[in-house]
């Protein structure tokens, strides 16, 4: 069965913490998003792949970072730079950048 | 420049049919899509259309196009409590960085 998964489903993390959330897909897709969605809220992007080893910033970057080491995953660590990182994370991917996104089931972010 | 607008929520009966309106300001886009979201969980591709189209028809949903109003829609005809959630419209632009630009996204509720 193809398709992106996302884990944990429900994230919590203490003050000063880093966290890092999983994406993982098995649709041989080269481009991969992580996005943000706060209650009530559209989708704001926050960083992008549009190839193993290569990615940029999106709108909301600031206080998060990635890795793009495999073609299947593209992990998103929260760093204790966000201040505000209570939201819920979507990751998507594409088959090249610019063409239609999938999106993964979501990790809900709490703060302790 | 990019910018999508949808209203922020609609109400139906059951049996009804429901229309969510959303405009765009990049006459470039190629693709316009709509995805649903419904509580907890991750975006879920319902229908796009290509921008050369005026309309596309999929069982209970019709997609219109009018591109010269920068407008789209999305139609359900006999609407069920299952399809109560989130919709989101979103384009495909042809200029800068060819992401796609999401709608804040429709809350559909669908009373008995």
């Known amino acids: 069965d193809g398709g992106i998964t996302q884990s944990p489903k429900y994230l919590f993390r203490k003050e000063g913490q880093n966290v890092t959330l999983s994406c993982e897909q098995n649709?041989?897709?080269?481009?991969m998003y992580w996005y943000r969605q706060d209650p009530g809220q559209g989708l704001r992007l926050i960083y992008y792949?549009?190839?193993?080893?290569?990615?940029q910033k999106g709108d909301i970057a600031e206080g998060y970072s990635v890795s793009r080491e495999k073609k299947e995953s593209f992990p998103l660590t929260v760093t204790s730079a966000q201040k505000n990182p209570t939201a819920f994370y979507l990751c998507?991917?594409?088959?090249?950048?610019?063409?239609?996104?999938?999106f993964g089931p979501g990790t809900r972010l709490l703060v302790l | 420049g990019e910018d999508v607008e949808q209203s922020l929520f609609l109400s139906v009966r059951e049996g009804d049919s429901s229309v969510i309106n959303c405009t765009y300001t990049d006459s470039s886009s190629t693709y316009l899509y709509w995805y649903k979201q419904e509580p907890g969980a991750g975006l879920q591709l319902l229908t796009y259309i290509f921008s050369n189209m005026d309309m596309k028809q999929d069982q209970r949903l019709t997609v219109l196009l009018n591109k010269k109003d920068k407008h789209l829609s999305l139609r359900i005809a006999d609407t069920q409590t299952g399809d109560s959630a989130i919709y989101f419209c979103?384009?495909?632009?042809?200029?800068?960085?060819?992401?796609?630009?999401f709608g804040t996204g429709t809350r559909l509720l669908v009373s008995p």
């Open positions: 998507a991917s594409s088959v090249r950048l610019q063409e239609t996104q999938y």
């Open positions: 792949s549009q190839i193993v080893n290569d990615f």
């Open positions: 979103a384009e495909n632009p042809n200029t800068g960085f060819q992401k796609l630009v």
């Open positions: 649709l041989n897709h080269d481009a």
